[in-house]
């Protein structure tokens, strides 16, 4: 026993290494590939499709660095999405996600992609696993609408409770929890999770306006109307804003892609002043 475990151990050892070989082989890329991405970029810019598709994979074969490569196969399946061929757009979005598991956009476009094809369950395992790892709202919501549907109302709970528990400075994400106590009637639950996330950003006016509105529900009709009294003198809507950290440009809703410097993956949530 003593002697396979030893085997054993040495095999993963190798493993390891030779992970690390393969990783740092690939890590540092061919600059040829960016410039090639520039030009496939500048391209689709300029509404010349078919020309960007085939620099795009011209960087492909570049050997691009794997991080590169994930916004490349992005590139790709969102070309040929707009084609019309479906399974490779799916082969392109599958190939961006294993590329960087924490690309939050091809995690987004391989389920929509999935659900598109008919396999729901595929893609409610690809946004579950990304989700595991980057609680983005954008795989939250897809997530939260699939569980709605199907009338499962403890996962929706679960979904946030888990989110909040793996980010728990995500005031996104926990006001999200706060959201789905409300619209599932659990008045007690919402505001005291609404009243949580208030002691840490008493000027979120969303915070304010559902606190309003389980205020009402509950009947208090005083404490209701003060909340929204909050809520309409701070006036930001009930949107999260989102910032892209290459630029700084701001927006109202998480996107793919930042409209200014339409760079890939940089929208975050505002975090309160």
Known sequence: MTSLLRILSSLFALLRSLRSMLSWRTSAGDPR????????????????ADEARSLFEGALRAHPADG?????????????????????????????????RGFVPAAVALGDAQEDAGDLRGAVRTWERAAEAEPALALLGRLERVYRNGDRPRRMIALYRSACERAPDNLAVAVGLGRVYFELEMLDEAAEQFEKIEVRAPDMPIVHAFLGATFERRGETREAFEEYRRALRLARGFDWPHACVACGASGMAWEDRCPRCLRLNTLRPVPPA
């Open 33 to 48: 590939a960016g410039e090639l991405c520039d030009r496939a970029a500048a391209a689709r810019a300029a509404g010349r």
């Open 68 to 100: 590169q490569a994930a916004l490349i196969h992005y590139e790709l399946g969102r070309l040929e999405t707009e084609r019309g061929r479906s399974a490779a757009a799916l082969a392109h979005f599958k190939s961006a996600w294993h590329a960087d």
